[in-house]
């Protein structure tokens, strides 16, 4: 029996083991693919106009580094999202 700042410890520490998942290689790939194929959709709407991508703020956004930030910091208006921002904006105007 060890004594701790005075208390008694009859355990001995438990260990925790965490085993690390890793992705298959088949998700990994399929993951990268999709995220490529929007990255294209995204860069072919931006230079045709076809598509406009707005903040949540409702600033439009111009370039596909733009897009990209807003994507990962969850700040994208999406399309049907982006429709009801546009009516708003055309009422006020």
Known sequence: ??????FQHTEKPHINQFT???PRT???TAAYLAALEL??????SLSKGSHHYRTKSGRLLR?????IHAILADN???ETESA???QRSARAA
């Open 1 to 6: 029996m060890e004594h701790l700042n005075g």
């Open 20 to 22: 690390l998942v890793k």
């Open 26 to 28: 088949h998700d990994r």
């Open 39 to 44: 990255v294209q959709y995204i860069d072919e």
């Open 63 to 67: 370039t596909l580094d733009e897009v």
């Open 76 to 78: 994208l208006v999406w």
């Open 84 to 86: 009801s921002w546009d």
